[in-house]
């Protein structure tokens, strides 16, 4: 063995007995990876205040607090925009994506970005303007076939039902890499996830009782990861604009720790 690499397992060694990261540990860490949230789609509409300063700031300082940089964007969606992105949460959208904006994001996927799709239920249009997270989501207004939409059914191999469930606790929690560690969530008034059967990658993480289908699912697309949550109340910290009517499902239940367990896994650290 030769002198750089004897020194290079002193170094390791080191770092070991001193309960520091090695440099190929470093590597595979959160420390540094960009996770962006979009705040460019109605998020703040009505009651709603899905910004990583306003609802969804707790969740921002938790995933901080694992070395993540945590950025929004009110930009239109593109290839540059998203460019350095490991994760890109879109929290509800009201106003809906456009065709180009839509293939940037399949594509940063698929190349090995991912993105955590976080609707509601149906029938929560908040800015009034003929769109809610559900039909954004599906691409589609009707309550046809929404595998047939232009986005995430025939995209990615699931839609969001056209449905509205509230449950708590639900702690029917299937046990997988991203669901270790909890144990129950909450659902207050949100929609349930059908798989189309196009995508095999896709895992069932949680179910409410009596629902056939699930409320939460991650899989893969291409080189990328995906996740898809019915409901954004369970990440909403209570807080926001002057006037709006939040509630704090992020101290309930498991609630946080599925938050922050879905970037881990959509970006690769768990």
């Known amino acids: 063995m030769n002198k750089k ?16 990261a090695t ?33 969804f700031s707790n969740f921002a300082t938790a995933l901080k607090g694992k070395g993540y940089t945590v950025t929004s964007t009110t930009s239109v969606v593109t290839s540059t925009v998203l460019s350095g ?23 940063f996927v698929a190349n090995g970005g991912a993105v955590y799709f976080i609707a509601d239920h149906i029938v929560s ?16 207004q009707t309550v046809a076939n929404p595998s047939t939409g232009s986005w995430v059914g025939a995209t990615y191999g699931f839609y969001f039902n056209r449905n509205n469930v509230s449950q708590e606790p639900i702690t029917d929690v299937r046990a997988n890499t991203l669901t270790s560690g909890v144990t129950s969530v909450g659902a207050w008034n949100g929609s349930t996830i059908h798989k189309t059967g196009s995508n095999t990658s896709i895992v069932s993480d949680i179910f ?24 954004s109340s369970l990440y909403d910290d209570g807080t926001g604009a002057a006037g709006d009517s939040l509630y704090d499902g992020w101290s309930d239940y498991s609630d946080a720790a599925l938050a922050v367990n879905t970037v881990l896994w959509l970006s690769g650290d768990r």
């Open 23 to 55: 440099p190929d540990a470093a590597s595979a860490s959160p420390v540094g990876k960009k996770v962006l949230f979009d705040q460019g789609h109605g998020e703040t509409a009505g009651n709603a205040d899905w910004t990583i300063t306003g609802g």
């Open 5 to 20: 690499s004897l020194l290079t397992l002193a170094v390791v060694a080191t770092l070991a007995a001193l309960g520091l």
């Open 208 to 231: 409410l009782t009596s629902q056939a289908d699930p409320f939460h699912i991650h899989g893969n697309y291409g080189s990328g990861r995906f996740a898809a949550l019915g409901d």
């Open 125 to 140: 249009d908040r800015n009034n303007d003929g769109w809610d997270s559900v039909q954004i989501f599906d691409g589609s």
């Open 85 to 107: 992105v490991s994760v890109y949460v879109i929290p509800e959208p009201n106003i809906n994506f456009t065709a180009s904006e839509k293939s940037a994001i399949n594509t």
